[in-house]
């Protein structure tokens, strides 16, 4: 908050007060070995890492985060991303578990293939309702919901 075009009392309240909310996204910090794991690339990923960043104390040497989740193809949890590449951060292989369809999704169409080509991002498929570890010894669950099916299937 504020959205783009928005005119109600809250929006525009937000807009003179500086007032700023953050998409959903969410971050973990495993204090045993200092990982980061991401939850959405959200448009907001530079604030969205510095808070995380800034609030685990991990060190500036530390990658900018070691793991990456996206739960679906809708542009406020995947626009993110568009910051990972050559023109912005330029990481290398992160590991960022996705959906078939999902991936399928970033593979197909640019410019996120580009990333995927450029190993930015190394994607690693996941099933609903099969457990994974995207950090050692974190094990994440991911279930399917109900939501939009535009471009990808929905998990949480």
Partial sequence: MPHIGCA????????????????????????????LLLIE?????????????ELSGVDESHDLFDALLLTHAHIGHYA???QLGKECATTHEIPT???TRMGEFLTSNAPWSQLVEDKNIE????????????????TVE??????????SDTIA
């Fill in 8 to 35: 109600k009392a809250c929006c525009a309240q937000a807009r003179v007060s500086g007032h700023q909310e953050f998409p959903t996204c969410l971050g973990i910090h495993d204090t045993q070995t200092d990982k």
């Fill in 142 to 151: 991911a279930i399917e919901v109900p939501h939009r099916e535009d471009f």
């Fill in 80 to 82: 993110g991303l568009m």
């Fill in 123 to 138: 994607l690693q498929i996941i099933e609903p309702s099969v457990p994974f570890s995207p950090l050692n010894g974190l």
């Fill in 97 to 99: 578990y996705v959906t």
């Fill in 41 to 53: 690339a959200t448009p907001a990923i530079e604030s969205q890492v510095a808070l995380l960043r």
